[in-house]
């Protein structure tokens, strides 16, 4: 393949990429909207936005391994085309359990899509050339959440509050179509997958999949199943991963496992998938609990909301094209100044906030925003990089899939962690916003410091190693 249809095809893979990303932001701010129209109670709500993380998280190993198997090219179009097809049903729904359903394909889908995204860079580029297109991946995961809010704002201000909703979903339709068409052309088959037809492991996807879902259900479903009862969920989940584990050992031995545990014992791969994870805990508080800030405290058009979060987005899309240029010649140490950087960021925000509270103004809060975008932009791509940067083509998606995996299930946890301390905090201040937007964002900045110790371990330990004699060899054989 030229170099030229190399960047066409990491080109279409991008878009793809974004489009399934942004649909994890985009709604929040449409969620007034999409309440008033539809008659949705607080549980729909709920399933709107956490049914697609939900299915999002199951199907990212699986298809990760599927595609690493039988061919990423194929895999990639029958996501995108279900995502499409998924994103036109959600705008054309008429009742809570039509949009619910919908949502919870598009999520399906978006998890089959993304693991085949930084599996063809892996397949496209070779390690010394993956800085610049996972720099790119890198701002398009940044971009695409932190944008979220403010394409949504717009989308509803032109075409009104009570049915500009619908075109949040309705803009990934021909998006979707041209990316399907570019897909068939640009991206490269895979002859060796065809060649070869690996074991798909069912016991190990049904086993992974049964985890991951016990994991995730009582932390989406935090502040709709009330009671202790549903944390029973998470040693159940223990278990059955304890079960994948044992089943993926022996299944080794003579087949190709879902997830190749050699992985997790390669440093770079293992701090690097925590410190996504932890990453992924603190940064997305920050959009959940802003927006509500300022269209339920502050009474903030859904553009307006959109807007005050812009700062962020610019920093995290600038810093992140220049993090994957620069992560070859810097390595951890980059993800570490990025860490302080957004640390410090929410730091200020919370201060300025705090500053102007009563006054009803946020845009004080622009700096400390880009500041953290910054640093945003310089974790998200070039831990990426870092983290795959030893992971054979052959296990590209699934080693992929495992990393997002994480991030999926960290983005839960923070959301779950940081919605029950801004409810509670929100409840005991008797509707007072500024606590618990302060309470809210320093759980974010401690999901931050917690990444940043392992960054800094990282940092340290590798310091402390001898200089090796040769190019390590790849994680695993060939098959």
Not at 193 to 217: F, N, T, W, Y
């Amino acid at each position: 393949m030229t170099d030229r249809n190399r960047w066409k095809a990491m080109s279409v893979a991008l878009v793809a990429g974004f489009m399934t990303l942004l649909d994890v932001s985009i709604v929040n701010v449409a969620l007034p909207s999409i309440r008033a129209d539809l008659d949705l109670s607080a549980g729909d709500l709920q399933w709107v936005l956490s049914g697609y993380a939900l299915t999002f998280g199951l199907l990212l190993v699986p298809a990760g391994r599927f595609g690493d198997a039988r061919g990423r090219r194929n895999v990639f179009i029958v996501g995108v085309a279900l995502f499409t097809l998924s994103s036109a049903a959600a705008g054309l729904a008429r009742s809570a359990l039509f949009l619910v359903v919908a949502r919870l394909i598009q999520g399906a889908a978006a998890g089959v899509v993304n693991p085949q995204v930084s599996g063809l860079i892996q397949q496209l580029f070779e390690p010394k050339e993956r800085g610049k297109p996972f720099g790119l991946l890198g701002a398009t995961i940044g971009v695409s959440t932190a944008v979220g809010p403010l394409l949504g704002g717009l989308l509803i201000a032109l075409f009104g509050a009570e049915s500009g909703w619908r075109w949040i979903f309705y803009i990934n339709v021909p998006i979707g179509i041209a990316a399907i068409v570019l897909a068939m052309r640009y991206l490269p088959g895979s002859a060796e997958a065809k060649a070869k037809r690996e074991s798909l492991d069912p016991i190990g996807v049904l086993l992974l999949g049964l985890g991951v879902l016990l994991l995730l259900l009582p932390l989406v479903q935090e502040r709709e199943w009330h009671g202790p009862a549903k944390w029973l969920l998470i040693p159940a989940s223990v278990a059955v991963l304890a079960a994948f584990y044992a089943w993926e050992r022996h299944h080794a031995r003579s087949h190709t496992p879902v997830i190749e545990m050699g992985l997790f014992r390669v440093r770079s791969y293992a701090l690097g998938a925590l410190i996504g994870m932890l990453y992924f805990a603190g940064f997305p508080v920050i959009f959940f609990t802003y927006t509500l800030y300022l269209q339920n405290g502050l009474r903030f058009s859904a553009l307006a909301s959109g807007l005050a979060v812009t700062p962020f987005a610019v920093g995290a899309a600038a810093a992140s094209a220049l993090g994957g240029r620069i992560v070859a010649r810097s390595g951890r140490p980059l993800v570490v100044t990025g860490l302080v950087m957004v640390a410090g960021g929410l730091g200020a925000t919370v201060l300025v906030l705090s500053l102007v509270a009563g006054s009803g103004g946020v845009w004080p809060a622009a700096v400390p925003l880009l500041v953290a975008g910054v640093g945003s932009g310089l974790v998200i791509s070039p831990n990426q990089t870092l983290t795959l940067a030893e992971v054979p083509v052959r296990r590209a998606g699934s080693a992929g899939a495992v990393l997002q995996t994480g991030q999926r299930i960290g983005t839960a946890l923070g959301i779950a962690v940081a919605g029950t301390v801004f409810f509670a905090q929100l409840a005991s201040s008797r509707g007072d916003w500024i606590p618990a937007l302060r309470a809210a964002l320093l759980v974010a900045i401690g999901f931050v410091l917690v990444a940043l110790v392992a960054a800094v371990v990282d940092v340290v330990a590798s310091r402390r190693e001898p200089a090796p004699e040769r190019t390590p060899e790849p994680v695993g054989r060939p098959g």
